[in-house]
């Protein structure tokens, strides 16, 4: 993997002439740039490798921790249609680490994800009248909020997730927001906006769909660098990970490329394994604090980790099963895929 300093390189290039030539190179594996800035950018030893920090922040596993200290997650999402997206964003969260996964979704989705997997704390309350206070009763015994995962698009449903980030934006809390999610602030982006403790996790469709709404018109398709970027200015510098094949993490200030090798299996659900992963590596790296991450921003160190996590899945799921390979595929390979990627 390679992490590349945005100055140096850009100046490179520049004498060069060969701008194309400088990000072939630098998007060999990964890159930590400051693209479309000619302005000085800081030295080099900013520039660490990224899997480095993903390492630095994971706390060890030691005997004198209780039970929720490495992450109480919860998942925003489950409706009649979609049990299996907040089930995949859940267990994923517990099997990199996370000691508490619980699931909010609706009423007649409950027993189907409860019946999964034992593991998993299930409320049936987001379509019940009351669900946002529902929900926040246990907003402040939980790390991080991912809202979206097979939530569906029902007005009512919208509106309390509406609520739901609301009570989670006065408390601080960080927010993940994906798939339904993303429909919701495509629609109000202001719900969102400026709140820097969230990521936003489109994939081609959702990211297009935001683009469009904020920036008013159609993606650049030919300048991926730019468009994330630009998104993430416009959304108030929140972070924003494209995903697709290769993908793009900005915070409106920096850009990461993620193209650590997956497969080209695409089958449903990887994207709700990455938002589970997500919340998890969130948590740890606002934990870490400062110095174990070299002043970088921690959601961005996250982003990246959880990318490369579910990339890494994805790829060895694909060497064992080939075509036939599913989302729970790629979760039987988390504890391996994290093993190998930032604990050897
Ligand atoms: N087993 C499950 O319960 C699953 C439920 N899911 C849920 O399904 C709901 C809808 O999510 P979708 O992602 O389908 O919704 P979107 O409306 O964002 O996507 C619509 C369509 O865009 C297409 N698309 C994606 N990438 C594309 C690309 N690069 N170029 C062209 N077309 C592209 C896909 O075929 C998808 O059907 C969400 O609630 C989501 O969480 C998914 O997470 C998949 C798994
Ligand atoms: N063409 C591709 N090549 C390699 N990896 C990809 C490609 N497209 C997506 N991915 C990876 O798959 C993961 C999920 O991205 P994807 O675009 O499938 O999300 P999604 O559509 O939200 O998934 P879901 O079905 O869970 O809703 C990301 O980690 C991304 O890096
Ligand atoms: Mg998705």
């Given at each position: 993997m390679v992490v590349c300093s945005s100055m140096a390189a850009w100046a490179a290039a520049a004498s060069a002439g060969v701008l194309a030539a400088f990000l072939l190179f630098c998007l060999q594996e990964a890159v930590l740039e400051r693209p479309f800035s000619l302005r000085p950018t800081r030295?080099?030893?900013?520039?660490?490798?990224i899997f480095q920090l993903v390492r630095n922040v994971i706390p060890p596993l030691t005997s004198k921790k209780h039970k929720g200290q490495d992450g109480k997650i919860g998942i925003i999402g489950g409706c009649k249609e979609y049990t299996g997206a907040p089930y995949f964003a859940a267990i994923t969260a517990l099997k990199v680490g996370a000691d508490l996964s619980h699931v909010f979704c609706t009423k007649d989705a409950a027993t189907v994800i409860k019946s999964y997997s034992p593991e998993l704390i299930v409320?049936?309350?987001?379509?019940?009248?009351?669900a946002v206070s529902e929900v926040d009763k246990w907003l402040p015994r939980l790390h991080t909020l991912v809202i979206g995962?097979?939530?569906?698009?029902e007005d009512a449903i919208l509106d309390n997730a509406k609520g739901i980030i609301e009570k989670a934006k006065s408390k601080g809390l960080p927010i993940v927001i994906d798939a339904d999610g993303l429909w919701l602030i495509a629609q109000?982006?202001?719900?969102?906006?400026?709140?820097?403790?969230a990521v936003l996790t489109p994939n081609f469709m959702e990211f297009s769909r935001l683009y469009e709404a904020l920036l008013s018109e159609p993606v650049e398709t030919s300048d991926q660098h730019g468009s994330v970027l630009r998104l993430s200015q416009a959304m108030g510098n929140i972070t924003i990970i494209q995903k697709g094949e290769r993908d793009l993490i900005s915070d409106g200030d920096k850009v990461l490329v993620c193209s650590h090798e997956g497969s080209s299996r695409r089958c449903g659900g990887q994207g709700d394994l990455l938002a589970g992963s997500l919340g998890v590596l969130l948590h740890w790296a606002l934990l870490a604090g400062h110095e174990k991450i070299n002043a970088q921003n921690p959601f961005l160190v996250a982003a990246f980790g959880a990318c490369s996590l579910t990339r890494q899945c994805n790829h060895q799921a694909f060497q064992k099963c080939?075509?036939?390979?599913t989302t729970s595929d790629m979760i039987s390979e988390v504890g391996t895929a994290f093993n190998k990627l930032f604990e050897t």
């Open positions: 030295p080099a030893k900013d520039m660490d490798n409320h049936p309350v987001l379509d019940h009248p009351n995962p097979g939530m569906g698009r109000q982006p202001a719900i969102i906006q400026g709140y820097q403790r080939g075509r036939s390979m």
